[in-house]
């Protein structure tokens, strides 16, 4: 529970949030508790559960367009381990992989996720350009 709050004020920032009335502030913490509670959810799954597939938490967008950036390299047809993405994804947001460090921590993957979200954007608005032709 106190992971949970971590990530709630420090990694989603809640208590710098500065709205004016106490409507608009329900709505932004119900998306952030959300957002703390999918990032606790990949740190904990990610450490007891590392063989399952990705897709249990990532959407096929997502983890294709951190596959790409990451390996520089088309994604596979079938998805990585949630263990491999998590350490991806945690690498985006500082996390080093070296051979004897720890599994990634909260703060690595919710800065990852942030970025992770910019490369499935990029990658989409990439796909639209693609299929349009522009005179």
Known sequence: MELFFK??????????L???????????????????????????LGRACPDLPCEVVFETEEWQAAYTVAKKAPPPRTPPSLGEMVRIVACFGGYLNR??????????????????????????AQQVSQKRRYV
Do not use: N
């Not at 990530?7 to 710098?16: D, H, N, R, Y």
């Not at 998306?31 to 990949?42: E, G, H, K, Q």
């Open 18 to 44: 500065q709205l004016e009335h106490f409507d608009r502030l329900e709505p932004a913490l119900a998306m952030y508790m959300i957002i703390a509670w999918r990032v606790l959810l990949l740190t904990t």
């Open 7 to 16: 990530i709630l004020k420090s990694g989603c920032k809640v208590e710098e």
């Open 99 to 124: 051979k004897h460090d720890g599994f990634p921590g909260s703060q690595t993957l919710w800065i990852g996720l942030q970025r992770v979200q910019d490369f499935a954007l990029a990658l989409a």
